[in-house]
């Protein structure tokens, strides 16, 4: 309910003394402050929410990372789209507008998204859900309408499915992730979030290399300056602590 705020202002007739026109009146003993500021509120609520899966174990393989979209086939209401680690040189990135460097380089790395993908990661990413330091995102409009812009509205459900490379074994580690949110909130959208996320953890069990459920280890986020080379594709990581390439999946090479 975006006009939720001005509708309730509107049922509430505001004071007089309050009133955007009312000028202060000089006090007859001059210009002494008055007791109170009459002070004009301004408020917007934001509403993010988001829920990711238990982990599914992929067998290591050259197809693993290639498998993710399939794994939305179905649930998907929109174009799947695939969404690579970032490298070295977008390592600060963030959907955060008041930091200029941050958000240059996350436009920088994703202007060129659909619209569905730069809502999700907004969404995924501002709750710490997503981390393109070491995912690699498949994501969708899932459940839901966009606007004319293709936009998702506040209730609708977008994401899809995240996998990283296993430190420990090296084998690919998907995940269930799905999120909404804007200038409202419903009371339905929570509920179907998490029939979205039951669909694509059996979805992601479904995948002929998976090998079952496990708990999800996350890399530990990236800290100094990242910049380790894969010697196999190239691809300079952001990520200063992987044993894989984020994009490729073989051993990085340190030297
Ligand atoms: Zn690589």
Redesign the pocket.
């Known amino acids: 309910m975006p006009l939720e705020f001005l509708r309730r202002k509107a049922a509430e007739p505001v004071p007089a003394e309050a009133s955007p026109v009312a000028t202060p009146v000089p006090s007859p003993s001059g210009s002494a402050l008055p007791e109170e500021v009459v002070a004009q509120e301004h408020q917007l609520r934001l509403h993010y929410g988001g829920k990711t899966s238990e982990g599914v174990r992929i067998q290591a393989g050259p197809s693993a990372m290639r498998d993710l979209p399939s794994m939305l086939v179905g649930l998907a209401k929109s174009e799947i789209e695939v969404v690579a680690p970032l490298p070295i040189e977008f390592a600060g990135a963030a959907p955060t507008i008041a930091r200029p460097s941050e958000a240059m380089q996350w436009l920088n790395a994703h202007h060129d998204l659909s619209p569905v993908t730069r809502h999700a990661l907004v969404v995924l990413e501002s709750l710490d859900a997503v981390d393109l330091a070491f995912d690699t995102f498949a994501c969708a409009l899932l459940d839901g309408e966009t606007d004319t812009l293709g936009y998702p509205e506040y209730n609708a459900v977008v994401g899809g499915v995240a996998g990283h490379w296993d430190e420990a074994t090296g084998d690919l580690i998907v995940r269930g992730v799905v999120g909404w949110g804007g200038k409202g909130v419903r009371g339905d959208t929570d509920r179907i979030a998490t029939r979205m996320l039951t669909n694509i953890l059996s979805n992601v069990l479904a995948n002929r290399h998976a090998l079952g459920l496990t708990p999800i280890d996350r890399p530990a986020a990236a800290t100094g300056r990242g910049g380790v080379v ?1 010697g ?4 300079a990581s952001a990520h200063e602590r992987a044993f894989y ?1 984020p ?2 999946g ?1 051993r990085l090479l340190r030297g």
């Open positions: 894969c196999h594709c190239g691809f390439c994009k490729c073989m």
